[in-house]
């Protein structure tokens, strides 16, 4: 079984700063690569930043120069640092990880739980 688990939404002022984490744990041979996804209500999830297995990263034009995703420093772990936030970027934000599964040898995508961003005055 794997599990993501991520943590750092929160209530923010336009123009401010947050971090997000998200974590990797459980039956895991191989990440093949890490995202975050962001659902607004009443709006499909889209993408938001993605990270290779290589460490390259793809961002989504609206948030291009205002988020930067990174590996943790932890194993299996990543960051996306998000700023000059505005309200448009209010959402629940989702990891997802493409992993390969130790026992069986198999590839999923895993989801995790969301955590809420909201900017507002």
């Known amino acids: 079984q794997v599990q993501l688990v991520e943590s750092g939404g929160g209530l923010v002022q336009p123009g401010g700063s947050l971090r997000l984490s998200c974590a990797a744990s459980?039956?895991?041979?191989?990440?093949?690569?890490m995202g975050w996804y962001r659902q607004a209500p009443g709006k499909q999830r889209e993408l938001v930043a993605i990270?290779?297995?290589?460490?390259?990263?793809n961002y989504a034009d609206s948030v291009k120069g205002r988020f930067t995703m990174s590996r943790g420093n932890a194993k299996n772990t990543v960051d996306l640092q998000m700023g000059s936030l505005k309200p448009e970027d209010t959402a629940v934000y989702y990891c997802?990880?493409?992993?390969?599964?130790?026992?069986?040898?198999?590839?999923?995508?895993?989801w995790g739980q969301g955590t809420q961003v909201t900017v507002s005055s």
């Open positions: 459980g039956n895991i041979f191989n990440i093949n690569d």
């Open positions: 997802k990880a493409s992993i390969t599964t130790l026992q069986p040898r198999i590839w999923y995508d895993y």
């Open positions: 990270i290779t297995s290589g460490g390259h990263t």
